[in-house]
């Protein structure tokens, strides 16, 4: 009777059941990467296609080869006078030093071609292509997930977290403040992206153990390093190449990079100082509030484990893990280390953890060791593969032969224009460019031997092209499905949607701040 009188209103008339309210759910990474995909081959229907002819130096025979766009390959003198008789205004010993290796565009060889689309029956085919050109990457996630793992089985994080967090008590925004200016230096200095996925698995069980969300995690982490990448100094994978593929100095315009990375570096810390303040006074207020739980069952771990129980075994397991990434940021900084070296770095300590956690009384065992192994390094499965299913996006433009026509297009956009207008309009045509193109050292070789020139038909030097090209793609690159970002947000089980709501003030500042500021030297640095 009781359940009748509750669904009846004041005048004894039933109410209808209410409806269930269906709202909308952003795809996950996968879903995105494939709609991208299809958007991208319907792309190879519609664009024209053509092609630069791609100039390469051959270290074994000493000469200068030219691809042309039919195919057909051509071999030059290695010397000054053929690069200046292409008009490609490199010195010859950025070549031949090894500065620059992979193909560039030469000026003025656009040509149209037949067109050639990709078949939608190809689409599989793409992912696999792109999954088998970013198999370096996805062995040294693998070999990270299993480290972690192994680290995870012997329960050495649990039992040194709990002292972390009681000793930040009260000053927690301090560890995400560090993280934060580790991550842009290294960003400004080597470009420590990618490699800053080994970074994930230390840091998001601290930062929740320190009342903050996901969001805090990737904001400290992917989006600090690549502020500092996108206001790159000295970054060689950056700044340099592109300073080199435009034929000047890199540490010409310095002074401006520099003047740009304080102010991108403070403005980012105060916003993210701000964010985390919110999120640690009211958990609610995070934007991904609603994946919460998830995040936390993915990385959260137990703060109250027994202090006591963190012995030397423990302990000497954590140095070795700390000492991991500390040892890969050496190898990448001074030995020129890449990702097969950063694999088996791993692959070797995680035989030590294994050895020191398997063996001795109150050992785990080998089996429980391999085990672990394995569980760690297939919990990263699903982040490898977004990464290779990014690349495959890559790869139906490029094989569509539409990413020359749409770098030649954007040439054309700027031509005639100068002073402020041209270097706003060229910010965004690089920021479009970004999705097209989503490796800094692939874009600057492709597009610098055809902007630089423009800067000396509107008589501004050419450093500020190279500027406006690492302010606009990096723009993208936050947000760019084609980018890193992805598996990122594959990795903390975070949805696209929650992760724009908090870094589209920073894409906006980026593009209005470099645009207002290569303005005025566009006007200051007239020649």
């Given at each position: ?130 999954i088998i050109d970013g198999v370096d990457v996805m062995v040294f996630i693998l070999c990270l ?113 520099i003047l740009g990375l304080i102010i991108g570096s403070i403005v980012y810390l105060l916003y ?154 060229l910010i965004l045509v690089f920021f479009v460019l970004g999705f097209v193109v989503p490796s ?88």
């Open positions: 009777m009781s359940e009748t009188v509750a669904t009846m209103d004041s005048v004894g008339v039933a109410e209808e059941p209410k409806k269930k309210k269906h709202t909308f759910t952003f795809p996950s990474a996968f879903t995105v990467l494939f709609i991208v995909t299809i958007i991208a081959v319907a792309c190879t229907y519609l664009i024209p296609a053509g092609q630069y002819s791609k100039l390469i130096y051959a270290a074994d025979s000493n000469v200068l080869q030219i691809t042309d766009p039919a195919g057909e390959v051509t071999e030059l003198e290695a010397t000054q006078d053929t690069l200046d008789e292409l008009g490609v205004k490199i010195e010859i010993e950025q070549f031949t030093s090894g500065a620059i290796t992979k193909p560039i565009s030469i000026p003025g060889t656009y040509e149209s071609l037949e067109q050639n689309p990709v078949s939608f029956l190809d689409i599989p085919y793409s992912m696999v292509v792109g997930g299993g480290l972690i793992g192994v680290v995870r089985a012997t329960g050495a994080f649990e039992s040194g977290l709990g002292a972390l967090t009681r000793k930040t008590k009260g000053r927690e925004f301090l560890l995400v403040f560090g993280v934060s200016a580790f991550m842009i230096f290294g960003g400004t200095m080597c470009g420590l992206e990618e490699e800053a996925v080994a970074f994930y698995p230390i840091l998001a069980p601290i930062f929740i153990a320190l009342g903050y969300d996901s969001i805090v995690t990737v904001g400290a982490i992917f989006m600090a390093g690549s502020i500092g990448t996108t206001f790159s100094t000295v970054n060689p994978f950056s700044a340099v190449i592109a300073s080199n593929a435009a034929g000047i100095v890199f540490t010409e315009g310095m002074p401006i990079r993210l100082h701000w964010y985390s303040k919110k999120v640690k006074e009211n958990p609610e207020f995070s934007y991904a509030y609603k994946d919460q739980d998830e995040f936390k069952s993915l990385w959260a771990m137990d703060t109250e484990a027994d202090t006591g129980s963190f012995d030397l075994r423990h302990k000497l397991i954590l140095v070795i893990f700390v000492s991991a990434f500390i040892i890969m940021i050496i190898g990448v900084m001074a030995l020129g280390w890449w990702f097969p070296q950063m694999a088996a770095e791993f692959i070797t300590l995680s035989i030590l953890c294994m050895f020191i956690g398997g063996t001795g009384k109150n050992g785990l065992g080998e089996a429980r060791m391999v085990d672990a192994f394995s569980d760690g390094a297939s919990s990263m499965v699903a982040v490898s593969l977004i990464i290779g299913l990014a690349r495959g996006i890559n790869h139906v433009l490029n094989q569509g032969l539409i990413s020359d026509t749409i770098l030649y297009s954007a040439s054309n956009l700027v031509m005639g224009m100068s002073g402020p207008a041209f270097i706003i309009v800094s050292s692939g874009l600057a070789v492709l597009s610098m031997p055809i902007f630089a020139p423009l800067a000396d038909t509107v008589g501004i030097p050419r450093w500020i092209i190279v500027c406006a090209y690492q302010w606009g793609q990096y723009a993208m690159l936050y947000i760019a499905p084609t980018g890193l970002i992805m598996a990122t947000l594959q990795m903390l089980h975070m949805k696209m949607s929650d992760w724009f709501k908090f870094v589209w003030p920073m894409m906006l500042f980026t593009l209005v701040f470099g645009s207002i500021l290569l303005s005025i030297c566009t006007i200051v640095y007239a020649v």
